[in-house]
């Protein structure tokens, strides 16, 4: 049995399904990841599940799926990382007021294309797509695709916006949208420290 890394150490802050896929990296603002918790198929089935984008006896079918095809599971593999990359190429533009290159937004018009192709309009309050039906490999990559295109399409673009102090990126959903960090326990807190030693030190020096 194979042991699949933690996934759900990371956080869910992001406030919509693609913002946290991009969040499965972490880092400084700028500059390269200094972790990634995707570091295979079982982890993007793990995170998909921890992310609510799949059902445990979806996840299941899905690991069955890719012992029974490893090469197909590499390729799928390999296509979420390059979503990954090309989702953080629209958002993190957006977060900084900017807008996406056109040939990002192409690939995820074909990959929105692609998803609704598999996808099933299931009745709720409103009708829904859902991928109950979609057996796969790249299945958990389809409402993370989806969520992405929701936000650009029916969400507040000034509402998307950085972490002060680190590289994941989030939906601000406060009232005042007045949101500056992924998390108060983490980078709020770390930068409130910041600037009290900050203030002591200058205190010291006077
Ligand atoms: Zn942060």
């Not at 896929?21 to 500059?31: D, E």
């Not at 899905?62 to 989702?87: E, I, K, N, Q, V």
């Not at 299945?139 to 509402?159: F, I, K, M, N, S």
Request: proline letters at 5%; glycine letters at 10%; hydrophobic letters at 40%.
């Amino acid at each position: 049995m194979e042991t699949v890394e933690d996934v759900t150490r990371m956080r869910l802050v992001g406030g919509n399904l693609a913002l946290d896929f991009i969040n499965t990296r972490t880092g400084p603002p700028v500059g390269p990841p200094d972790d990634d918790v995707l570091t295979g198929y079982p982890e993007l089935v793990a995170w998909g599940v921890y992310a609510g984008a799949l059902t445990e006896t979806e996840a299941a079918a899905l690991r069955r799926l890719s012992r029974a095809d490893p090469g197909g599971a590499h390729t799928a593999f390999a296509r979420a990382l390059r979503t990954r990359d090309y989702l953080d190429e629209v958002f993190r533009p957006l977060a900084a007021g900017h807008d996406p290159s056109a040939a990002v937004l192409a690939r995820l018009r074909d990959d929105e294309a692609d998803a609704l192709g598999h996808a099933q309009l299931e009745p709720g309050n409103t009708f829904g797509w859902a991928w109950r039906g979609d057996h796969t490999l790249v299945r958990p990559l389809r409402p993370v695709v989806h969520a992405a295109v929701q936000l650009l399409t029916t969400g507040a673009l000034d509402r998307i916006k950085g972490c002060g102090g680190c590289r994941f990126v989030f939906n601000d959903e406060s009232k005042n949208r007045s949101r500056r960090w992924c998390s108060m326990d983490d980078c709020g807190t770390a930068e409130k420290i910041r600037r009290y030693v900050a203030a002591r030190r200058t205190r010291a020096t006077r």
